[in-house]
């Protein structure tokens, strides 16, 4: 199956720094999400991106399907913004994500105070 | 917004007994999922279900049964416990490619301990 990898896998920032996290995978994919998981356990989608730029607000995806990897970037990053952040990917061959996504093991970021 | 629902978000169960995990969703989605996350592990499939008393094996269903009786709720079986499936339990829920993207949704979760 797909293999899907993370970097960096912890990150501690100041509040108000920007950062970038990369995701890279193994085979062509026509789904891609980020997650944002908050301390209480819960899932958030992010995006929903197998392709191409999206921004919502502070935070912007890309996924660059041909060289096999995606950016998530937070921007002036606040200490709700801490948690830990997953990439979930569907390959072409296993109807999009319909028999459940591949998740990578994520990037705990930490913003500080 | 979509809407999944986790019956139980704490539950501390002894070895041997019989676990029934429920997750009700309430926007028609046509898939459901059952993961586990594990520190280190990250989020591992259990099953899925495409339609209703359709289900199928993710990467990791030995020990555990599912139930899609109704198109809203899949259910999550622990036959009898062990104190290796200790462990958080995600429901997510997807509309289904024939409606567009295939967007997931998780609950809340359900954090299982089993003494």
């Known amino acids: 199956g797909i293999q899907v990898e993370q970097s960096p896998p912890d990150l501690i920032l100041q509040e108000g720094a920007n950062s970038t996290l990369r995701c890279n995978f193994s085979d062509s994919v026509n789904n891609l999400q980020w997650f944002h998981q908050n301390p209480w356990g819960q899932l958030i989608n992010l995006f929903y991106i197998p392709s191409g730029t999206k921004q919502n607000g502070r935070l912007s995806a890309t996924t660059v399907a041909t060289e096999r990897y995606s950016l998530l970037y937070i921007s002036s990053s606040q200490t709700t913004d801490s948690g830990v952040y997953f990439c979930a990917v569907g390959g072409m061959y296993s109807g999009g994500g319909a028999d459940g996504l591949t998740f990578g093991k994520g990037t705990h970021l930490i913003i500080q105070p | ?115």
């Open chain 2, 1 to 115: 917004d979509v809407k999944v629902t986790q019956s139980s978000r704490y539950l501390v169960k002894r070895t041997g007994e019989k676990v029934f995990l429920e997750c009700v969703q309430d926007m028609d989605h046509e898939n459901m999922f059952w993961y586990r996350q594990d520190p280190g592990l990250g989020l591992r499939l259990i099953y899925f279900s495409y339609d209703v008393k359709m289900k199928e094996k993710g990467d990791i269903p030995e020990g555990y049964s599912v139930s899609r009786e109704k198109k809203e709720r899949f259910s999550l079986i622990l036959e009898s416990a062990s104190t290796n499936q200790t462990s958080m339990y995600l429901c997510a829920s997807s509309p289904g490619t024939s409606t567009g993207a295939n967007v997931l949704t998780f609950g809340a979760g359900s954090r299982l301990t089993v003494l």
